[in-house]
């Protein structure tokens, strides 16, 4: 009945990105909700060019800044202009969102200043108001017609809004002012555009205008993924890659496309790519984490390793490498690594204090992991570092001083003050407290009625007790509260068969929690041993050959050898627990099946 649980390194390589520090490549944000267009040397990855606007004149700033005044409306400050715009920013302030949006929109409409009816934009963007806030970007951009700022935040809101023909002409005139940058931006303005099929064809129309433009056959690119075009996105981007080799964005692009069907063509493009391309270090990155994400370790480990030379002094790389090597074992590697992740300024260092606590561990330096454990103050890994804390105290003889720690622990939200409970009661089911443990969890269960965390433990406590009654009561709960809890069902239907006779209840409830999680190998040893308890020996044998292969396990062992015996296969259960035994000379299960039947 035992369910297997997961540590949580295999997770920490996945959120590796956690603990790093600005700098890898953060993707530019192009302005769709902010009305701040795009810099003009903005690049969205490494590699990608700044836009190649025509040369232009030199221009005297202070030239241009009279023109600029000169165009603005000639309009007097009028005091209740003044009144106005006082009510609108003190508004703001406030955070009266809509009395401001209304002064500043007001106020717009009467003046038709274009720096006002940005501001009324801007205001009405925050109060989400869409209407108000294209009625506002109209009237900034016709009244300030050079601005591309003011045409890229009404282009924005039109593809918002579903108006591609309205926005088509405005784009055009955005390219042409600045192709190479435009398109690389382009995907953010079209971002909330429902119709992704015609916004497909709208990218297309642009990008015909410059055949001869990587980046026009990137926004191709990106526009036909959205709309779930892969062909074409995949076409689009060979395309690109041809006007310029080795070009990462578009690499970068190919690979997620490609992973969508298939992880092992992506793997197989990003290692071609990089064959070609052994400079590139973003496409290296990727690749790496997809190592990761296809537990491909070792492999992953030596790409990690090399961007360590190509990402100096960067958190997030060199705590993916640590990390790897604690996985693979090279705990001098992984404490290096993970030391030097702090130096690098990690976004979260509590994480990187937690995974040294676990080096510290596996070096057999309990004085070294507990003081990285202590320096873990908040997040996801503060109550984990707690209860490893209090686990090495328990294990040197200082239960009181673990209970203590837990106790004056207090968790960030419900869930990690939850988990609290459970590592109390765990530091009392070790020392085979099972009574103050049940009273533990019980005391938990005060504070957090439904935690069906606390709900199963407290069952299983119960068991021990022989408090079927709890049992069955905690067990039906979490059933209700979670329907799916493979877990639960199969607890339940395990008590059930093994210390009851409502056998065909219990696999009912097997059954169900065999369909939830066919391949989990606890819940086929407990449908094994119901069929045995049933009398269906050959179907017992079956399950229980079929869990000890997935999982050699010594409860699945004691039930197997205790089938085989009833089958008068009695040197085969013998040679079967004997085996066990050598691995696991404390199993309770194992001990007792051998003592009642081979006494």
């Known amino acids: ?49 700044a836009g190649r606007p025509a040369a232009a004149p030199a221009v005297d700033p202070d030239a241009e800044k009279a023109a600029r005044e000169a165009a603005l409306p000639k309009q007097p400050l009028t005091p209740d202009i003044l009144f106005k715009f006082l009510v609108g920013e003190v508004a703001v302030q406030r955070g009266a969102i809509g009395v401001a949006q209304s002064a500043y929109l007001d106020l717009a409409r009467e003046t038709h200043d274009p720096r006002i009816a940005r501001r009324a934009a801007e205001v009405s963007l925050i109060a989400r108001d869409q209407t108000s806030a294209l009625e506002a970007t109209r009237m900034w951009a016709g009244s300030e017609p050079d601005s591309l700022r003011a045409k890229q935040t009404l282009a924005a809101l039109l593809l918002n809004e579903g108006k591609l023909a309205e926005a088509e002409p405005i784009l055009r005139d955005l390219v042409k002012a600045d192709s190479a940058n435009m398109f690389l931006h382009l995907s953010a303005l079209m971002g909330k555009t429902r119709d992704t099929q015609a916004g497909l064809a709208l990218v297309q129309v642009l990008a015909a205008d410059f055949p001869e433009l990587p980046e026009a056959r990137f926004a191709v690119g990106q526009a036909a993924a959205s709309a779930g075009q892969l062909d074409t996105a995949i076409e689009a981007l060979k395309q690109a890659d041809a006007l310029r080799p080795g070009w990462e964005p578009a690499a970068l692009m ?35 984490r997809t190592l990761v994400n296809a537990n491909q370790f070792p492999e992953a480990r030596a790409e990690f390793t090399r961007l360590t030379q190509d990402f100096p002094r960067n958190a997030e790389v060199s705590f993916a490498a640590g990390l790897l090597s604690l996985q693979m074992g090279d705990l001098d590697a992984a404490q290096a690594l993970l030391s030097q992740t702090l130096d ?30 202590a320096r873990v103050q908040g997040g996801n890994y503060l109550v984990p570092a707690r209860a490893r804390q209090a686990a090495m105290l328990a294990q040197a003889g200082r239960l009181d001083e673990a209970r203590a720690l837990l106790g004056e622990t207090q968790g ?3 869930a990690q003050n939850v988990r609290l409970v459970q590592a109390q009661a765990e530091l009392l089911r070790n020392d085979k407290q099972h009574a103050a443990e049940f009273d533990t969890l019980s ?45 639960a069902y199969n607890a339940l239907g395990y008590t059930l068969a093994d210390r009851t006779d409502r056998l065909t209840e219990a696999v009912g409830l097997l059954d169900k929690a065999l369909s939830l999680a066919p ?27 079929r869990a000890f292969k997935m999982r050699p396990d010594p409860e699945i062992a004691a039930h197997l050898g205790e089938v085989l015996w009833a089958m008068g296969q009695r040197d085969a259960a013998g040679k079967l627990w004997q085996s066990s035994l050598q691995s696991h000379p404390q199993n309770e299960v194992l001990l007792e099946t051998l003592r009642r039947l081979k006494p």
């Not at 790519?273 to 990155?285: M, S």
């Open 412 to 414: 960030e939200t419900d």
């Open 344 to 373: 690098y300024n990690p976004r979260e260092p509590d994480t990187v204090y937690y995974y040294l606590g676990q080096v510290a561990e596996q070096q057999k330096l309990p004085d070294v992991a507990a003081m990285q454990y």
């Open 519 to 545: 391949n989990d190998p606890f819940i086929l040893d407990s449908v094994g041993w119901a069929q045995f308890r049933t009398g269906n020996l050959m179907r017992a044998q079956e399950y229980l050959e």
């Open 443 to 487: 005391e938990g269960l005060k504070r957090f009625p439904d935690a069906p965390d606390l709900l199963y433990d407290r069952a299983m406590a119960a068991e021990k007790l022989d408090r079927l009654d709890v049992l069955e009561t905690d067990l039906r709960r979490v059933i209700t509260l979670r329907p799916d809890d493979a877990q």
């Open 254 to 288: 190919r690979a997620q496309i490609l992973a969508k069907n298939s992880r092992a063509d992506a793997l197989a493009f990003m290692r071609g790519f990089l064959t070609a391309h052994a400079e590139a270090r973003d496409v290296r990155l990727a690749y790496a």
């Open 1 to 49: 009945m035992k369910a297997s649980t997961l540590l949580p390194l295999g997770a920490a390589l996945f959120l590796a990105a956690a603990c790093s520090q600005t700098g890898v490549k953060p993707a530019q944000r192009a302005a769709v909700e902010t009305q701040a267009g795009p810099p003009a040397a903005a690049a969205s990855q490494s590699g990608v060019p």
